[in-house]
């Protein structure tokens, strides 16, 4: 069966500093994989999409890579900041049967 | 503003009573999803909707039932028949293209007493 990993429950890093979550898949080979934000008694909100022929993309601080051989996406924050706080969610996807998210990162950045 | 809208934000049941939570997006997508979120845990996905009139069961469909009348609304009821709905429920909707994304709505948390 598909299955999702996300590194370690919590993350704590320290303001500035680049924050990096990691999220690894198996048993299926996803079109895209993308990345979502979650705070506390919200609904996650969209921040990143990679295809599956992409290696990298970038938007302002963040940088996903997607490694298809690895089965493996890494989720960057750089500069990271105390309202970066948040829960992390990873959802590689490319089918009507591939709807599946990761139990997510919760981030932590310290002042 | 275009969105998507669920209602109630809270609901308490007493246990043995179905209850309906809604659903409705004025965004025009074709997909709608629920799912399911424990303390601690990711999304699970309970049923799915592409289309009118036609919906798919996800990985935990035991003990809820959906409908798909108006491509606007995707209703969950939580039955009797689900052992432990205590949970926060979340519903989404998506433009059905390659690498949409999944819009949220705010999430409605069902209490059972």
């Known amino acids: 069966s598909q299955k999702i990993e996300q590194n370690s429950e919590a993350l704590n890093i320290q303001e500035g500093k680049t924050a990096t979550l990691t999220c690894n898949y198996t048993?299926?080979?996803?079109?895209?994989l993308q990345w979502y934000r979650q705070d506390p008694g919200r609904g996650p909100v969209f921040l990143l999409l990679?295809?599956?022929?992409?290696k990298e993309k970038r938007k302002e601080r963040l940088k996903v890579t997607f490694d298809t051989t690895l089965k493996q996406s890494l989720f960057h924050i750089t500069a990271s900041q105390p309202a970066d706080s948040a829960t992390y969610l990873c959802?590689?996807?490319?089918?009507?049967?591939?709807?599946?998210f990761g139990s997510g990162t919760q981030l932590t950045v310290l002042p | 503003d275009g969105g998507i809208t669920q209602s109630p934000k809270y609901l308490f049941r007493k246990e043995g009573q179905n209850v309906t939570l809604s659903c409705e997006q004025n965004?025009?997508?074709?997909?709608m999803y629920w799912y399911r979120q424990d303390p601690g845990q990711g999304l699970r996905l309970i049923y799915y909707?592409?289309?009118?009139?036609?919906?798919q069961k996800g990985d935990i469909a035991e003990g809820y039932s959906v409908s798909r009348e108006k491509k606007e609304s995707f209703p969950l009821t939580v039955t009797s028949a689900q052992k432990n709905p205590t949970a926060f429920y979340l519903c989404?909707?998506?433009?059905?293209?390659?690498?949409?994304?999944?819009?949220f709505g705010e999430g409605s948390r069902l209490t059972v007493l």
């Open positions: 048993n299926y080979s996803p079109a895209y």
């Open positions: 989404a909707s998506q433009y059905w293209r390659e690498g949409g994304e999944l819009f």
């Open positions: 909707s592409q289309i009118v009139n036609d919906f």
């Open positions: 990679i295809r599956e022929n992409e």
């Open positions: 959802f590689p996807a490319g089918s009507a049967r591939q709807l599946t």
């Open positions: 965004l025009n997508h074709d997909a």
